[in-house]
C-alpha cells in the first residue's frame, strides 16, 4: 500500500514558476514509475509527465520544455518543477505511483494560473 500526499499548490501569475511536491509513505517506492496528471474543470485527467525507477522521463507536448519532473528516492518524494505557467495549465494536479498492476492517486492539490 502506498500514500500520495501532494503539497505545493497555489495561484500564480501567468509566466510564474511553482514546484509541485508528492511524499509518498510505504514501501517499494524505489520500484514505482511516478507521475504527475492534472484534471481542469470539465475535461477528462491527463498525463503531465512521469519518471520510471531509472529516471527516464516521459512529457505531455503541451508542458514539454516548461515542466520537469524529478524524484529523490532517499526523501520518496517526486517533484514537478513548472515554468512559464499559462492560464491553461489551471487544474487539480494528481500524483501517482505505478508498479504493475498496482496504481494509487493521491489526493490532488489546485493550480491557478490567472493574473
Known amino acids: 500500500q502506498v500514500q500520495l500526499v501532494e503539497s505545493g499548490g497555489g495561484l500564480v501569475q501567468p509566466g510564474g514558476s511553482l514546484r509541485l511536491s508528492c511524499a509518498a509513505s510505504?514501501?517499494?517506492?524505489?520500484?514505482?514509475?511516478m507521475g504527475w496528471y492534472r484534471q481542469a474543470p470539465g475535461k477528462q485527467r491527463e498525463l503531465v509527465a512521469t519518471?520510471?525507477?531509472?529516471?527516464?522521463?516521459n512529457y505531455a507536448l503541451s508542458v514539454k520544455g516548461r515542466f520537469t519532473i524529478s524524484r529523490d528516492n532517499a526523501k520518496k518524494t517526486v517533484y514537478l518543477q513548472m515554468n512559464s505557467l499559462k492560464p491553461e495549465d489551471t487544474a487539480v494536479y494528481y500524483c501517482n505511483s505505478r508498479l504493475i498492476a498496482y496504481v494509487y492517486w493521491g489526493q490532488g492539490t489546485q493550480v491557478t494560473v490567472s493574473s
Open positions: 510505504g514501501s517499494g517506492f524505489i520500484s514505482y514509475t
Open positions: 519518471i520510471t525507477s531509472g529516471g527516464s522521463t
